[in-house]
């Protein structure tokens, strides 16, 4: 009788690699740096991160066929931004939109060498201490 296969806790397909990845987003001419924590299984990717605007979690699908990505970024405490993109080479390209705004984004694996951003407290007690303890992502003009 064989071993029973290991549970596979992360997506193989190197396209679709869990862990840190970093990026940014685009608005009225400026880009925005956001950093995630992604874990892609089975179809769903789901992770948190932040960015200027403050820590937020990402739940969504994707498709190791199509390259296709959809998630959906929810700030602590306030709103919903709608992701939906595809992967190439170079990570994933895709548009953002809320509420009639929209804009361009681009995220990308992490390389090993750059630093994991500052060490952030997980559990809060409520939105107003978890928002005074954000520190943002540096914004590029």
Not at 90 to 119: A, L, S, T, Y
Request: glycine share 14%; hydrophobic share 30%.
């Amino acid at each position: 009788m064989s071993a029973p296969a290991e549970h596979l806790e992360y997506e193989d397909d190197p396209d679709f690699p869990s862990g840190p990845w970093t990026g940014y987003w685009l608005e009225g001419g400026c880009r925005f740096r956001q950093d995630l924590g992604l874990k892609f299984l089975h179809g769903m990717v789901e992770g948190e991160g932040i960015d200027t605007v403050g820590r937020f979690r990402i739940a969504g699908t994707y498709d190791v066929e199509s390259h296709e990505v959809a998630w959906e970024k929810t700030y602590f405490g306030a709103y919903a931004v709608g992701y939906r993109g595809y992967r190439e080479i170079n990570g994933i390209w895709g548009v953002w939109e809320n509420e009639g705004k929209r804009g361009g984004f681009h995220v990308w694996p992490r390389p090993e060498k750059q630093p994991d951003p500052p060490p952030q407290k997980e559990r809060f007690e409520d939105d107003d201490e978890a928002v005074a303890a954000i520190e943002p992502g540096i914004i590029y003009g």
